[in-house]
Nanobody
């Protein structure tokens, strides 16, 4: 069993930055593919970013490319999402997720564990 706890959300003005963290329990974190998703009010949960088990490969949804960066420190059992140039449309609850598969996983169905989410609100 893996437990994921997100932190770092908050209220920020458009153009600002936030860094989300996701701390994972368990000894096998370094073998998991990790991802970030978000869900805005009235919308479905959508993929944001994914990281290969080693962090050597990453993938982003088009709307965040060049603005968001996913990274991980396996020694700390932590994955990050650095969000720059934030826009009001980035407002959502952000979730991290872990996949027993070690590769890049883009679909929510490919993830086995989920955090509780952290709210990000971007004001215009």
């Amino acid at each position: 069993q893996v437990q994921l706890v997100e932190s770092g959300g908050g209220l920020v003005q458009a153009g600002g930055s936030l860094r989300l963290s996701c701390a994972a329990s368990g000894r096998t974190f370094s073998s998991y593919g990790m991802g970030w998703f978000r869900q805005a009010p009235g919308k479905e949960r959508e993929f944001v970013a994914a990281s290969f088990w080693s962090g050597s490969r990453t993938y982003y949804t088009d709307s965040v490319k060049g603005r968001f960066t996913i990274s991980r420190v396996n020694a700390k059992n932590t994955v990050y999402l650095q969000m720059n140039s934030l826009k009001p449309e980035d407002t959502a609850v952000y979730y991290c997720a872990a996949s027993k598969g070690s590769g890049l996983v883009l679909g929510a169905g490919g993830y086995d564990y989920w955090g509780q989410g952290t709210q990000v609100t971007v004001s215009s």
